[in-house]
């Protein structure tokens, strides 16, 4: 009981520096993008790095429901650590985008139950899973692509990206650029398939900074491989 009592300390700890950390100006740029936190993720990072590991802390993190308490229990957990349930938990519980993707990058992508999510997540009835389920397929794309059947992935991105929700959207373009720029076999038909598409063909980019435009994306890191 002592020990359960020391970390409910702790994290009553944490998230009286987390509220100390909290930016006006910080939460209103987060807002926009669907996050609902103040704090900046350099400082957020600084904490974690100062914690460092500690896997019950992140789990008691996490249980808050609080989005920087969220996004802490990310970088001082361990991913190998959570079971496929807990991961599929936590994913559907993943409102704010920003713990969504940390979730995914940060923690699934190195856990063992990986390959089975992906399978699992991009069957999904919810747009936001099977986003995650697109997520964990472009990182196969990039560096396990031996299995998938990416003309088979070229279809589906073909008929469905066009009309799919936000997120999903977005994801889905990442694999289509992906998939370009990795399999030069496949690249003038991922090329046709986003100058059809036209997804994303007007999104803001600031300058220096590389379009999420299937075309002009795989353009651009296809030109960086040949120049590197």
Known sequence: MAAENSADTTVAEVMAELAALEDPRARAVNEKHGDDHGVNLGKLRAVAKRLR????LAVR???????????????ICRPKAFGRDDLDR?????RA??????LVNYVVKKSPHAEE???????????????AGWALTTERVRKKPEGLDLPGLL????????????RMQWAMNH????????HPHLRVRAVGIGERLEVLKDYPTSPGCTSPYAPDWIAEMVRRQDAG
């Open 90 to 94: 936590m994913l559907r519980e993943a």
């Open 155 to 166: 279809d589906v991105i073909e008929a469905e990206m066009k009309d799919a929700p936000d």
């Open 53 to 56: 590991t500690q896997q019950e």
């Open 175 to 182: 694999c289509l650029a992906q998939i370009g720029i990795d």
């Open 61 to 75: 993190l996490w249980e808050t429901d609080d989005t920087a308490a969220r996004l802490l229990a990310l970088l």
């Open 117 to 131: 999510l992906r399978v699992a997540w991009s069957a999904d009835p919810d747009p936001v899973v099977a986003s």
């Open 97 to 102: 985008p920003k713990v969504h993707d940390w």
